[in-house]
């Protein structure tokens, strides 16, 4: 469980050990809610609209990549960026996002 902002307190899911998942595996814990609601449009939609096919990478796919040897320097670029991001005030942090999709 992660604490962020206000005490919101989220629960990280483990990785599941693979890489991706086909619309038979989601489930809670191992994809988000966009792909476990497309599953669940499968057998519900009209005949004339068909339901792409679809595989998603799991939580954890991301971080179990950056630990590999060769993402090092990517791993540690990333940690001082968001160290950087955690120690500017909100209107610092606003006025740059805002500056950066202008």
């Not at 604490?3 to 595996?25: A, F, N, Q, Y």
């Not at 814990?29 to 476990?36: H, I, L, P, Q």
């Not at 599953?39 to 005949?47: E, Q, T």
């Not at 940690?79 to 942090?93: E, I, N």
């Amino acid at each position: 469980v992660r604490t962020w902002c206000r005490g919101l307190k989220i629960e990280v899911p483990r990785w599941s050990g693979k890489w991706t998942v086909s619309m038979d595996e989601y489930a809670p814990g191992v994809v988000g809610a966009k792909s476990k609601n497309l599953a669940g449009l499968r057998g519900k939609l009209p005949p004339h609209i068909k339901l792409p096919a679809s595989v998603t990478l799991p939580f954890g796919c991301f971080e179990q990549v950056l630990e590999l040897p060769e993402n090092r320097e990517i791993k540690e670029t990333l940690r001082a960026l968001v160290g950087q991001l955690q120690a500017k005030p909100k209107a610092s942090l606003l006025a740059s996002m805002t500056s950066m999709m202008s």
